[in-house]
């Protein structure tokens, strides 16, 4: 693994499924975050972490839950899927939360039926 | 309210120069900070500026003028992969990055 990766690459889900987002990263960043990008808007924050066993929330958290069990992985979860939350996830990571350069990882394209 | 605000569109002939505007209102400011996005990828970072002044990064430079709110990002010698998607965003006094909606830039032979 190198920087960031996520799983799955893209996903088409029914309406009120649960669906976990993965994110992985191998730079030992303390910070995480994860965003959803929408057309003609710009990226929007979900949950942020600032360190492994803590979380916030963003600008739009509702409908989402996340865990920071350590420091590599930030999982984001839908526990029942809504259309409106078709979009693109992309998680993020920086050496330290409030300071640092954010480092994007390729992206999950989710449609919800 | 916060706001970002870029151009939706820009176009521009390879071998040319252009500068894409980015005007912000926030609440605080700790720094601006200017992202690429190619279509379908994810973001990957230009360049940060927190003083005022010009930042050069090769082809491409950023200034920022506090006082006014401003940020331009410059970019020389324009190639066909230069087109991408250019992403204003400003870390507000809680340390949280607001974004610009992104600024399409077109480049064509």
């Known amino acids: 693994i190198a920087g960031i990766t996520q799983a799955p690459t893209s996903q088409i889900l029914a309406a009120g499924r649960r669906m976990t987002l993965r994110c992985t990263q191998d730079m030992r960043h303390n910070a995480m975050y994860w965003y959803r990008q929408d057309l003609g808007l710009g990226l929007r924050l979900i949950h942020y972490s600032n360190t492994a066993g803590t979380t916030g929330k963003g600008e739009v958290p509702d409908g989402y839950s996340v865990s920071r069990a350590n420091t590599d992985d930030f999982p984001l979860t839908l526990a029942s899927a809504v259309p409106s939350q078709t979009s693109v996830y992309f998680c993020?990571?920086?050496?330290?939360?409030?300071?640092?350069?954010?480092?994007f990882g390729p992206g999950t394209r989710l449609t919800v039926l | 309210g916060q706001n970002i605000d870029q151009p939706t569109e820009m176009t521009a002939t390879e071998g040319a120069i252009v500068q894409i505007n980015c005007t912000y209102q926030t609440s605080g400011f700790n720094g601006l900070f200017w992202y690429q996005q190619h279509a379908g990828e994810a973001p990957t970072f230009l360049s940060y500026?927190?003083l005022d002044g010009l930042e050069e990064k090769g082809r491409f430079s950023s200034f920022l003028s506090r006082s006014k709110g401003y940020s331009y990002l410059l970019l020389k010698e324009l190639q066909m992969k230069d087109s991408a998607s250019y992403l204003c965003?400003?870390?507000?006094?809680?340390?949280?990055?607001?974004w610009g909606a992104g600024t399409k830039l077109i480049i064509k032979p």
């Open positions: 500026n927190v």
């Open positions: 965003a400003v870390r507000d006094s809680n340390y949280q990055l607001i």
């Open positions: 993020a990571s920086a050496r330290e939360g409030s300071t640092d350069t954010q480092y």
